[in-house]
């Protein structure tokens, strides 16, 4: 499914990091972009990472999807700047956040974001597993469930957030929450279907994924 060639359109810097605060990876994101709004010479950018337990909501997320009190609450929560309803990220769960300038590749949010979801299911199918989009939503499903959902910032056509593919985490998180506001689509990871699956596996194939889907090759900082 991976083309075998390795000329590429674009090059893009590839950070693959561990273990992130929520917080951080946003100011870090925040930062990057507003450099390349003012240098839009600079390359782009893709985190892959993991995130300890947080809830993220979108800047016009409604709080009733959360099910607990989100003024008086044990658990760590932001509302940011993305589209979308409330997520849950923890360890487990692999997350992307591609920083590109859109003018170099579809100046169109709604193919970046049906790009994003083809990383995600060339991501799969490399596991026997077929991803599916369902009409009018955003993120890919496994057999009706949702096993990745996608939220994204763009500005002056340079993105921010991206997406989160359910590898190998702890679902229970996703019990105080109605995920994305879809109360109707139950959400699942990896292990559903294939126990053993790790996220130090499937970060390199989301790689792979994501430069033959962008057509940028991805290389590490020096």
């Not at 997320?61 to 609450?73: M, R």
């Given at each position: 499914m991976f083309r075998s060639n390795t000329s590429y359109s674009h090059q893009c810097l590839l950070y693959n990091q561990g273990l992130t605060p929520y917080i951080d990876a946003l100011n870090w994101q925040r930062s990057l972009v507003a450099e390349r709004i003012k240098d839009k010479s600079l390359d782009d950018v893709f985190i892959l990472l993991e995130h300890p337990p947080v809830y993220t909501l979108g800047q016009g997320a409604n709080s009733e999807f959360l099910k607990f009190d989100i003024d008086h609450n044990i658990?760590?929560?932001?509302?940011?700047?993305?589209?979308?309803?409330?997520?849950?990220?923890?360890?487990?769960?692999?997350?992307?956040?591609?920083?590109?300038?859109?003018?170099?590749?579809?100046k169109d949010l709604h193919w970046y974001l049906r790009q994003l979801e083809q990383v995600i299911i060339n991501t799969l199918y490399t596991y026997g597993l077929r991803g599916e989009r369902i009409s009018g939503l955003t993120g890919v499903w496994v057999e009706g469930r949702k096993v990745a959902a996608i939220g994204i910032k763009v500005s002056r056509w340079i993105t921010m957030h991206g997406f989160s593919l359910n590898v190998c985490p702890d679902m229970t998180g996703f019990e105080r929450i109605v995920p994305c506001g879809i109360s109707d689509k139950p959400v699942a990871s990896l292990t559903e279907w294939i126990p053993d699956i790790t996220?130090?596996?499937?970060r390199a194939t989301i790689v792979e994924s994501f430069a033959e889907v962008f057509d940028a090759e991805l290389v590490e900082p020096q």
């Amino acid at each position: 499914m991976f083309r075998s060639n390795t000329s590429y359109s674009h090059q893009c810097l590839l950070y693959n990091q561990g273990l992130t605060p929520y917080i951080d990876a946003l100011n870090w994101q925040r930062s990057l972009v507003a450099e390349r709004i003012k240098d839009k010479s600079l390359d782009d950018v893709f985190i892959l990472l993991e995130h300890p337990p947080v809830y993220t909501l979108g800047q016009g997320a409604n709080s009733e999807f959360l099910k607990f009190d989100i003024d008086h609450n044990i658990y760590e929560v932001h509302r940011i700047e993305r589209g979308g309803e409330v997520t849950y990220h923890c360890p487990g769960q692999l997350v992307g956040y591609p920083i590109l300038n859109l003018q170099r590749y579809y100046k169109d949010l709604h193919w970046y974001l049906r790009q994003l979801e083809q990383v995600i299911i060339n991501t799969l199918y490399t596991y026997g597993l077929r991803g599916e989009r369902i009409s009018g939503l955003t993120g890919v499903w496994v057999e009706g469930r949702k096993v990745a959902a996608i939220g994204i910032k763009v500005s002056r056509w340079i993105t921010m957030h991206g997406f989160s593919l359910n590898v190998c985490p702890d679902m229970t998180g996703f019990e105080r929450i109605v995920p994305c506001g879809i109360s109707d689509k139950p959400v699942a990871s990896l292990t559903e279907w294939i126990p053993d699956i790790t996220c130090d596996l499937v970060r390199a194939t989301i790689v792979e994924s994501f430069a033959e889907v962008f057509d940028a090759e991805l290389v590490e900082p020096q």
